[in-house]
């Protein structure tokens, strides 16, 4: 049923979000990075050129929409979504239930692309950002509100975001990890590591996150040290920091 109210709200919202992403657009140059990352943890996203000229900042995930079902999802439905600021998305649902749109409060919507710029226009509406940001990977694409520019280059958040280089294809983006080739979630077997780690602690650039099981431990400590033979019995894999201490959970004695 087509609910005429809510397509006259929608367009005059997407009306009022090109002007203002023209000027954000102009003053921020964005079509001049060729290159992006987001970090859902920090809730950063940075665009950059290969010579490293890079801006962060600040974002709030709005919704996404598959290319092959044609369908957007509200963050706040998303499990993968896992930035707690996305919950300020609720006041575009509350909007929904006080007037009766109901694309504003289903979580999962049939509509074409053009759409996902209604949805992210009503958000920006109500939400303080500064510009709108759209990252496609494969048949996805994420639409991002930007709240502000992040300039505290030095911070550890953006030391840990630039370390995440690993995608194990269940966590996203992570800092990559080691672990010897015995450990699983199906059978404790110990777990060695090379320093006292915790989730999300600052890692200096050279260091990374290793471990191995009892038995790698006792070959280890027999052959005095990780030489060729230990190496080869431990036979390190590289897993993501997610996976790494889901496996320290489960292993450790
Ligand atoms: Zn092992
Ligand atoms: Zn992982």
């Not at 009022?16 to 921020?28: C, D, P």
């Not at 439905?77 to 609720?90: D, P, Q």
């Not at 590289?238 to 889901?246: A, G, H, K, S």
Request: glycine letters at 4%; hydrophobic letters at 30%; proline letters at 1%.
């Amino acid at each position: 049923m087509r609910n005429k109210d809510y397509e006259e709200y929608a367009s005059k919202k997407y009306d009022e979000l090109i002007e203002s992403q023209e000027a954000f657009n102009s003053k921020f140059k964005l079509e001049s990075y060729s290159n992006w990352f987001y970090d859902q943890e920090s809730e950063l996203l940075r665009v950059y050129n290969d010579d490293d000229d890079e801006i962060f900042f600040k974002y709030i995930p709005i919704g996404t929409y598959s290319l092959k079902s044609n369908t957007w999802l509200w963050s706040w439905e998303n499990e993968h979504s896992i930035e707690k600021n996305k919950l300020k998305t609720l006041v575009v649902k509350q909007l929904g239930e006080k007037r009766d749109y109901e694309k504003l409060t289903k979580g999962l919507i049939d509509c074409d692309r053009e759409e996902c710029w209604d949805f992210v226009a009503i958000s920006k509406s109500m939400i303080n950002a500064i510009g709108v940001y759209c990252t496609n990977s494969k048949d996805l694409l994420t639409y991002k509100l930007l709240t502000k520019v992040f300039t505290d280059k030095d911070s550890s958040l953006i030391r840990m975001m630039k370390q995440k280089t690993v995608d194990c294809g269940n966590h996203g983006f992570r800092r990559p990890a080691f672990v010897c080739k015995h450990l699983n979630h199906k059978e404790k077997l110990g777990f060695e590591e090379a320093f006292d780690t915790h989730k999300g602690m600052d890692l200096d650039d050279e260091d990374s996150f290793a471990a191995w099981c009892d038995e790698c431990e006792q070959v280890r400590l027999e052959t005095d040290g990780w030489n060729e033979e230990s190496e080869k019995f431990a036979d390190i894999k590289l897993v993501c920091e997610e996976c790494y201490f889901e496996l320290k959970e489960f292993n450790k004695k």
